[in-house]
């Protein structure tokens, strides 16, 4: 930029301040007010015009997005230039990413206009969290990126507390069509001090390398990155070979989260969730490798395995004497339409010489409400005149009608975990559960609440009438040599007396 340019952008760049600034605002009524009683309304008019004339030549009006490239760094440049001042004045930075959880779900359900309005409130927030000099950027749909501003003291737990601030002010309600909706985060960082030659791209790769780790622990998970993981993600075609590779090696295999009644407290079942455990990438999260999975036309093949191995585990389970009454298995729309599933699933319960009645059919509500009277209506009343159960997943997202529930057999609903955050203390989201519970009460329905996250909101769904649930806040996915050790501590906690505190005289 030429000198005179420069000494009239900075003389610009000042007068902004000062015409901007707080003091000026503050005393702007006083000035029109004086303008009225000294010149009355030709000096009044004056101003009412002459403002914004001058706010508009010192730029005022213009948005912030529309600052020139040069003036508003990428994220990378951002993580460059970051880097080179850190390494300037022996300061550090680091790199943070942070992605709401379930985002695509959250666009099926609220549409692209509603997920676009949270992606939007997610970013302001984390603006409003952060400083000034720190660069907060989306890198795409739902996922966010923060270059911290070197500073002299920035340590791990520093960087686990600044992490967990962004996360609380996300997770905070969005206000959408007079509903409050619930979104979690993941968080996934690196610091400079963790790689040994720092360069903006291994630091942005870090930091999403941490994020996957913490996706494949969601929601709400917040993790640093460490030497043990991978840098380099794969691309859409090598991840689908490798997930082939995979499935045939065992290394998908399902991981079981239990379900307990809230009248008793007992087990009421698990269910079975697809889990892939790289041997170098450790644990990967679902939502990275079933899209792919999708595409390469693979999600038959997990079916099989997942239903061979969800049986496998009822067996086992029951020769070491527990009392797990069933498992719940999720089958796809693709897999629904297979005209052989029935013969199939009857033929895998005979193997395992186990009743119709302990396996449980999970099926989405947006398949439900997408499908006409085909062959996925056939197989899935099939699966139910057979004693199967049939589930109704994530209840509350789809716009399935009442007339489809009962059309597809449906014996339990599934509430989606969108409507149980935060429920023991927001009254609109009890008075959304109420309503769903009354629903089902009257077509003589069971109802599983998902998500549940803490005792408070267990608490509160069994005191609305909510008969069963499963969430963190009962147990996280284990693998099945996990769930013995984990029911044989849940018998022991039922089997405790209640403690009584003792009274004062």
């Not at 020139?68 to 943070?96: E, F, K, V, W, Y």
């Not at 449980?360 to 159960?389: F, H, K, Q, W, Y």
């Not at 769904?461 to 008969?467: F, P, R, S, V």
């Amino acid at each position: 930029m030429p000198p005179i340019a420069q000494h009239l952008h900075s003389l610009r760049n000042r007068a902004r301040h000062v015409v901007a600034g707080p003091p000026a605002l503050a005393f702007m009524p006083a000035a029109i007010l004086a303008a009225f009683w000294l010149g009355g309304e030709g000096w009044l008019v004056a101003l009412a015009l002459g403002l914004p004339v001058l706010f508009a030549t010192l730029g005022l009006f213009e948005r912030a997005d529309a600052t020139p490239n040069l003036a508003r760094p990428n994220t990378s440049t951002a993580m460059d230039r970051a880097l080179q001042r850190a390494a300037a004045t022996g300061q550090h930075t680091a790199c943070i990413i942070v992605q709401i959880d379930d985002f695509d779900r959250l666009r099926a359900q609220l549409g692209s206009a509603g997920a676009a309005l949270i992606a939007a409130r997610s970013l302001d927030r984390l603006h409003g969290a952060t400083r000034d000099s720190d660069h907060v950027a989306q890198l795409q749909p739902g996922r966010f990126a923060v270059v911290l501003a070197p500073k002299r003291q920035l340590d791990l737990e520093i960087a686990i507390q600044l992490a967990g601030r962004l996360q609380t002010r996300l997770e905070e309600p969005v206000s959408i069509d007079a509903q409050a909706i619930y979104a979690s985060c993941s968080v996934g960082f690196a610091l400079d001090t963790q790689l040994r030659d720092a360069t903006a791209p291994r630091m942005l790769q870090a930091a999403a390398a941490a994020l996957e780790v913490a996706r494949a622990h969601a929601p709400s998970a917040i993790r640093a990155y460490g030497p043990d993981m991978a840098c380099t993600p794969a691309t859409p075609d090598a991840l689908a070979d490798e997930v082939a590779q995979a499935l045939e090696n065992g290394e998908i295999t399902p991981w079981f989260q239990p379900q307990v009644s809230t009248d008793t407290g007992q087990v009421s079942g698990f269910e079975a969730l697809a889990r892939w455990q790289h041997p170098e990438r450790g644990l990967v999260a679902p939502a990275d490798f079933l899209p792919a999975m999708e595409r390469s036309d693979q999600l038959e093949r997990l079916s099989e395995i997942i239903l061979y191995h969800a049986l496998g585990a009822l067996r086992n389970w029951d020769d070491q004497g527990f009392d797990v009454p069933c498992v719940a298995v999720n089958f796809s729309g693709a897999e629904l339409r297979n005209p052989k599933l029935v013969d199939k699933i009857r033929w895998e319960l005979d193997r395992f010489d186990l009743a119709p009645g302990r396996l449980c059919i999970e099926v989405l509500e947006t398949v439900v409400a997408a499908s006409p009277d085909d062959i996925v209506a056939r197989n899935i009343n099939g699966l139910a005149a057979m004693g199967c159960s049939i589930d109704l997943d994530d209840f509350g997202t789809g716009h399935a009608s009442i007339s489809s529930i009962r059309r597809f057999a449906v014996s339990r609903l599934k509430i989606d975990r969108s409507f149980v955050r935060k429920v023991d203390r927001d009254p609109e989201q009890q008075r959304m559960v109420a309503a769903i519970l009354t629903m089902a009460d009257r077509l003589n329905m069971d109802v599983l609440a998902e998500g549940v996250e803490n005792a408070g909101e267990h608490a509160m769904l069994a005191q609305l009438g909510c008969n069963h649930v499963q969430g963190f806040g009962i147990a996280r996915p284990m693998p099945l040599q996990r769930t013995a050790e984990w029911l044989h501590a849940h018998h022991a906690k039922l089997a405790e007396p209640p403690r009584i505190g003792r009274g004062t005289a």
